[in-house]
């Protein structure tokens, strides 16, 4: 029941244009807070991580709506970092059942992602031939498209490393067309690190075509995006750290001003296009602290990483990676997405509850 609210919860936003209005936020949230009653996934006693959270917390609501009034803008934050620690509550109680039901409903939906940004596809070319469309399939964005796809691949590599079968290579094949055609530079370089370290680890010469294939067809597709369009990342971050220094504690406060067009033909943004960057000009110095924090205090409490899955490790990853170059992690269904399989990748699962009757037994032997 859990694992299939998680699931519907991530569902919703992906089905919604990534969940990222006000209405969307609100009900992925209820669906979260649903099932962490169900699951029971209260806070554990951690006074460290819990007060240095409510502080995040508190500094993100006074510097946003607090201060600028409350609108789309200055609560998504707030309102994302609550989803997302949800999430990490609730995955963190699923027994490693409910975790391989969470697993394979994530890859469902990167297959039906997939499919529809290949018909999409398909449907553009036709109707507009001269145009190069880059697929946005439900989440309308193709970064964060693409993003969720080399995530899902990296779990259907997963299930197919474990059981095989043409059904799971025919998705795995499925999801990377529909990758190469989202057109997303940072998907594609991250997804070409991730199949050479797997071909290098097993596979046999048809896995070496496919992934030859793939590899050089997104490579030549991000030189040809580079030498196309106008590259104005380099500008934004150093327009970024300019602010941050203009006021290094505590930052701009959203909703911040748009940075300078570097280049002509670059489109307007308000972001950064690196979520560490944009943290500072935003909440300063003091609120990127109080985050990082967080995060390590977070994970101090799962121990060693040596136990957990490596696909699952490397899915969150991929996903927390797009934070680098890109927006994605204020899409609600890649908040959700990268919060769970992050928690699964350094927490695990716990053991699956059997049933009373076996209990009574065993209790009764003893």
Do not use: K
Not at 138 to 162: D, F, I, Q
Not at 233 to 250: C, K, Q, T, Y
């Amino acid at each position: 029941m859990t694992a299939y609210l998680v699931l519907g919860a991530l569902a919703w936003a992906v089905a919604t244009r990534g969940g990222t209005s006000l209405r969307e936020l609100l009900i992925v949230l209820g669906l979260l807070v649903a099932a962490m009653i169900v699951s029971r996934a209260w806070p554990r006693r951690n006074p460290l991580l819990w007060v240095t959270f409510a502080a995040l917390l508190f500094w993100v609501l006074a510097a946003g709506p607090l201060s600028a009034g409350w609108n789309l803008i200055t609560v998504r934050v707030p309102l994302l970092i609550v989803i997302a620690t949800v999430t990490v509550l609730v995955v963190g109680r699923l027994s490693v059942r409910d975790q391989q039901t969470l697993v394979r409903g994530v890859i469902a939906v990167g297959c039906l992602q997939a499919a529809i940004a290949l018909v999409e596809l398909a449907v553009t070319a036709a109707a507009e031939p001269a145009v190069i469309p880059r697929t946005v399939a439900m989440l309308g964005s193709p970064n964060s498209l693409g993003m969720l796809l080399v995530a899902t691949g990296v779990l259907t590599a997963r299930e197919l490393a474990r059981t095989g079968g043409r059904l799971l290579a025919a998705a795995l094949l499925l999801q990377g067309a529909a990758l190469l055609s989202t057109g997303s530079r940072t998907a594609i370089l991250v997804a070409s690190a991730l199949v050479v370290l797997y071909v290098l680890s097993s596979g046999g010469w048809r896995v070496r075509a496919a992934a030859g294939a793939g590899l050089t067809a997104g490579l030549l597709l991000v030189v040809w995006r580079t030498a196309a369009e106008p590259q104005d990342r380099l500008e934004l971050w150093e327009e970024a750290v300019g602010r941050i220094a203009s006021r290094p504690l505590l930052g701009e406060g959203p909703p911040v001003e748009p940075f300078s067009p570097a280049i002509a033909g670059s489109r307007t943004t308000a972001h950064a296009h690196n979520e560490l960057l944009q943290w500072g000009v935003e909440y300063g110095m003091l609120g990127v602290g109080l985050l990082l924090m967080v995060l390590v205090l977070a994970l101090r409490t799962t121990g060693p990483l040596s136990g957990g899955d490596r696909f699952v490790q490397c899915a969150a990853i991929a996903l927390l990676a797009a934070g680098v170059t890109d927006f994605t992690l204020r899409v609600t269904a890649i908040t959700i997405a990268a919060a769970a399989l992050a928690t699964m990748g350094v927490a695990g699962g716990r053991p699956a509850e059997q049933p009373l009757a076996n209990r009574l037994v065993r209790a009764r032997a003893g």
